[in-house]
């Protein structure tokens, strides 16, 4: 028996989303479309039926903020931040997020296909087919790569300051979070960019967190509530605080494992760590001013 069932809405709805999803993507690839213009009039008629105009003239506090011109994001206060890619990406954000409070954004059909759509314009590569629920937080979004078929599901943090990448098949379950950036133990302005790799056909799941910098194999799963803080091998299922493998899956149909050959996921080259902050250059080494408890 299948385990994902097909659902439907009514055809009439279906062929509205379909229509106006249609529209939006072809402004979004337009390069001259205002992006903060476009999102401020689709949030008036979303949350308040009406055109962005009229609602300014009425209602100039309910306006102000579903212009992206006028919030902020926490990326924004950060040097880390590259303001002109964030800059192309924080109208999407903030489509994304603020449709996520509504009944198109909460609805599993509707909310789905929308973030599929806005995908592309975000992120800095996305395969066929992400499937994103609902109450998914990013920092940037622009450094942030999808294989195929990744599926990430309700209220996960993907902090891709410094970089995510997840692999094809890849899937975050709920409250997961999977960091790129830390800061040093004595000086917290000094942060450290850490790309973090996912590998391919990867579970990561409820409520465990991936710590920058942190390379996870092909086909790896972390188990509940872990905490990785080492690179986990291929295949191995990973559990606790820290996370180590406790288990291997025995894949028949492995090839690589049958010919204890190096694993492909291994061999994929991550990005070196950045220092984003000058005044704290990559002098002070890892434990530096502590000593043991
Ligand atoms: C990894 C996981 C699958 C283990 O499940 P399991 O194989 O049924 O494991 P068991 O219940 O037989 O437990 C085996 C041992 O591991 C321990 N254990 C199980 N899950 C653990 C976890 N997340 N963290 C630490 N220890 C765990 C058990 O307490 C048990 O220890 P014991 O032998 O000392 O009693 C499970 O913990 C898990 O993470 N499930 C996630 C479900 C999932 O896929 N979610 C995503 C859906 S979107």
Known sequence: MPWLLPKSITPEADEWLERWLGELTERLADPATDRNALVAEILSEVLYARPYEELKETAPLAALALDPRNVTFEAEYYAATDPEKFARVKPLLWLWKTLDLTPLGQSIHSGVRIRRALAPFIFKRVGKNPKFFQNVEFSVGYNLELGDDVVVHRHVLLDD???????????????????????????????????????????????????????????????????????????AIALGI????????????????????????????????RKPNPDYPDFLPPGFGTREA
């Open 161 to 235: 300051i410094g970089g995510i990448v997840i692999g094809d098949g890849a899937s975050i379950s709920d409250y997961a979070n999977i960091y790129s950036h830390t800061h040093h133990v004595l000086a917290s302005p000094d942060v450290t960019l850490k790309q973090t790799i996912i590998g391919n056909g990867v579970r990561i799941t409820y409520h465990a967190t991936v710590l920058a910098g942190v390379r996870i194999g092909d086909d790896a799963m972390v188990g509940t509530g872990a905490v990785v803080t080492r690179d986990v091998p291929p295949h």
């Open 242 to 273: 820290p996370a180590r493998p406790r288990r291997y899956k025995v894949r028949h149909d492995c090839p690589y494992c049958r010919a204890e050959a190096p694993h492909p996921s291994d061999e994929v080259p991550k990005l070196p760590d």
